[in-house]
């Protein structure tokens, strides 16, 4: 699962331009909205898409699960893991 959050972490800095930060400064355990690297609900929905798109993964429509889902890299790549389709399997 590195390699996933790794390629997570990639993907984050990539989609939402973040300038001054590498994979390197995103701990995989730490939050990623508000405190850890101070993400917002547009940034969610950005991700969401994207990630549903790239992992061919069917998000929640319910707010508290996508939170538990998007809570760290470490928690997206177990989800991914979990229910990504066979061909997509990172």
Not at 15 to 23: Q, R, Y
Not at 51 to 66: F, H, V
């Amino acid at each position: 699962m590195d390699t996933l959050e790794q390629e997570l972490k990639a993907y984050i800095i990539t989609t939402l331009k973040l300038e001054d930060i590498s994979p390197a400064d995103i701990d995989s355990e730490a939050t990623l909205f508000v405190d850890g690297l101070g993400l917002d609900s547009l940034d969610a929905l950005e991700l969401g898409v994207g990630i549903s798109k790239k992992y061919g993964i069917q998000l929640s429509n319910d707010p508290q699960e996508n939170r538990e889902i998007f809570a760290s890299v470490r928690a997206m790549a177990a989800f991914i893991q979990q229910n990504a389709p066979a061909g997509k399997q990172p």
